[in-house]
């Protein structure tokens, strides 16, 4: 069984930075892949950035390139999220994803967190 759970959402202004942590068991870092989605109130859930092991390739939705940073601490069993420059439409509940390979669909992926929310206010 595979656990992950996020922190580090909150509120922020405008134009302001948070870093999401996602925290798991040390197999699911094993040749696995780890994204981040959220889910807008009222809206479905979006993939946001994903991270592929070993070759580190990193993906990203349109809405979040340059402003979002996906990387992983395999010795910490954690990924990260950075986000910059948010705005208010980046308010969602984010959550982390694992699963063995990497899927731009929510139903692509096995293992999911709790979830951390994110209001970013105007």
């Known amino acids: 069984q595979v656990k992950l759970v996020e922190s580090g959402g909150g509120l922020v202004q405008a134009g302001g930075s948070l870093r999401l942590s996602c925290a798991g068991f040390?197999?699911?870092?094993?040749?696995?892949?780890m994204g981040w989605f959220r889910q807008p109130p009222g809206k479905e859930r979006e993939f946001v950035a994903a991270?592929?092991?070993?070759?580190?390739?990193?993906y990203y939705a349109d809405s979040v390139k340059g402003r979002f940073t996906i990387s992983r601490d395999n010795a910490k069993n954690t990924v990260y999220l950075q986000m910059n420059s948010l705005k208010p439409e980046d308010t969602a509940v984010y959550y982390c994803?694992?699963?063995?390979?990497?899927?731009?669909?929510?139903?692509?992926?096995?293992?999911w967190g709790q979830g951390t929310q994110v209001t970013v206010s105007s």
């Open positions: 040390r197999r699911t870092f094993s040749s696995a892949a």
């Open positions: 991270i592929v092991w070993p070759d580190t390739n990193t």
């Open positions: 994803a694992a699963d063995r390979y990497y899927s731009g669909q929510p139903q692509g992926w096995a293992y």
